[in-house]
């Protein structure tokens, strides 16, 4: 997989806005993107809740990056295909850095399924400031899981590019954090980023 710039924007210069550090100054807090990754069922979208949760808990702010929220508006035109799923993550990397500026901790929560397009996710947002978490479960347990019916629907051929299934997905190499949720609860899986979190400092 390749990117490139588009060549009608290489007069474009982003303004350095001076409220952004007066917000980060005020926000005391340093911004983080922690991109969760793991093929459907996994656990993300549970675990980013009840981190978003724990972080407020501690005076910090936090949003939200969810893929099905983001495939309902944002990428709403994109469909799954290989270049789609590119083009998908490409902008919430795009959003997340937007809200990396402006001093929040952005947690996404998406399924991500290429180590390319996660990398160049990782090139948007700035390697300082990217926390790749592996939400680890075996594509059994995600199945017996499936609270949206999506693995039966695939294994029957009503979806298409389903990960796991027809899809291949790249399980991460050297995440920062690693959650097996078939050893860990959802609070003990908070507990782990967050102490990872606390290692590397939020405050600014």
């Known amino acids: 997989m390749s990117y490139f710039p588009n060549s009608q924007n290489q007069n474009l210069h982003a303004f350095a806005f001076s ?34 949760v724990a972080l407020h808990a ?3 702010f936090t949003c939200i990056l969810d893929g099905d929220s983001v495939r309902g508006g944002l990428c709403r035109d994109l469909g799954f295909t290989e270049g789609d799923r590119d083009e998908n993550i ?21 399924i991500s399924p290429s180590s390319a397009s996660r990398h160049y996710a990782r090139s948007i947002i700035g390697n300082e ?16 899981r499936d609270p949206k019916g999506l693995y039966k629907k695939a294994r029957s051929g009503l979806i298409k590019h389903f990960t796991g299934i027809d899809s291949h997905y ?3 190499i050297f995440p920062e954090v690693h959650l097996n ?24």
Not at 31 to 42: D, E, F, H, K
Not at 129 to 144: I, N, S
Not at 181 to 204: F, P
């Open 90 to 110: 490409r902008r919430v990397a795009e959003v997340a850095r937007l809200m990396l500026d402006t001093g929040l901790i952005v947690i996404v929560a998406l």
């Open 129 to 144: 400031h990217f926390v790749e978490v592996h939400v680890d479960a075996p594509l059994e347990t995600a199945e017996q």
């Open 19 to 52: 409220h952004l550090q007066a917000e980060h100054t005020r926000m005391k807090q340093k911004p983080l993107v922690i991109w969760m990754t793991g093929i459907s069922a996994s656990g993300k979208s549970t675990i980013a809740d009840a981190l978003e």
């Open 58 to 60: 501690q005076g910090l």
């Open 170 to 172: 790249d399980v991460p």
């Open 181 to 204: 949720t078939q050893a860990l609860s959802v609070e003990q899986s908070v507990v782990t980023i967050l102490e990872w979190i606390a290692q590397r400092g939020t405050q600014t």
